[in-house]
């Protein structure tokens, strides 16, 4: 292969990993969000109940620790659908 063709290859990769990782970006806000903001807050509930012993208390540092965990699974699940939606569009766009 000489270096052009290297070029355009190249080139409708990048433009099918863009449109994968826009798709995967807006079926995840679609479909996802919600999902995810619930997944993390029963997450962080099971934990701190594991944790203590006893029933989750309505404290500052309990809410905080939801919020924390409900954020950092929607942050995973939408870095984990952008990532599939590039991968994805960069071979089927290809």
Not at 14 to 20: A, N, Y
Not at 34 to 53: C, D, E, Q
Not at 69 to 93: Q, T, Y
């Given at each position: 292969?000489?270096?052009?063709?290297?070029?355009?290859?190249?080139?409708?990769?990048?433009?099918?990993?863009?449109?994968?990782?826009?798709?995967?970006?807006?079926?995840?806000?679609?479909?996802?969000?919600?999902?995810?903001?619930?997944?993390?807050?029963?997450?962080?509930?099971?934990?701190?109940h594991r944790?203590?012993?006893?029933?989750?208390?309505?404290?500052?540092?309990?809410?905080?620790?939801?919020?924390?965990?409900?954020?950092l699974c929607?942050?995973?699940?939408?870095?984990?659908?952008l990532l599939?939606?590039?991968?994805?569009?960069?071979?089927?766009?290809?």
């Amino acid at each position: 292969m000489d270096c052009g063709q290297i070029g355009i290859i190249k080139g409708e990769a990048d433009i099918g990993t863009i449109i994968g990782a826009a798709t995967g970006m807006v079926l995840f806000a679609l479909f996802g969000l919600l999902p995810a903001f619930r997944l993390g807050s029963y997450l962080a509930l099971f934990i701190l109940h594991r944790a203590t012993g006893k029933p989750v208390e309505a404290t500052v540092s309990a809410r905080a620790f939801i919020l924390a965990a409900a954020l950092l699974c929607i942050v995973g699940g939408a870095a984990l659908s952008l990532l599939i939606g590039a991968w994805i569009g960069s071979f089927v766009l290809l």
